[in-house]
């Protein structure tokens, strides 16, 4: 199967954080699939830790691929990303960097509101009043175009 033949070079260490599928630009990455597929994308990042991609159901037309790019360890760094059937990278978007809670973090949550639409939501948390709460909020949209831009609406 091809995804056996995806996996036959990555480790069993993330037990299953990063889910396999059958497209090369999916699961756990190696840095030839990096270089391959997300070009330049990583290359200002320092702290690489587990990196790998999601495929996002966005559907513009047949021949584009969505995905979401993720670096991860105590943080999530997340790229949405948009291929072309030959799997060569159109559009990249840095969504953030969620992080865990020491004494503040921030949380991003998206979800797909139309067919090329998705919402996101960042969310700063922080104590107030010995509390934690939020301490910031942002959402916006981001649409993927027929021809694999993505734009912020």
Known sequence: AIADQNNSDSSDT??????????????????????????????????????????????????????????????????LCTHDKNFNLLDCYYVGTSTMFDKTSHTIEYKKVSDDRLEFNHVDWGYVKNEIDTTKYQKYFLTVTKTGKIEMK
């Open 14 to 79: 993330n037990k299953g954080k990063i889910k396999m599928d059958t497209l090369p630009i999916h699961g756990e990455l190696n840095q030839k699939q990096i270089d391959q597929y997300y070009p330049k994308i990583l290359d200002t990042i320092k702290d690489r830790r587990i990196i790998g991609s999601e495929p996002i159901d966005i559907q513009t037309t047949a021949d584009i691929y969505v995905s979401m790019l993720h670096n991860t360890g105590t943080f999530d760094q997340m790229f």
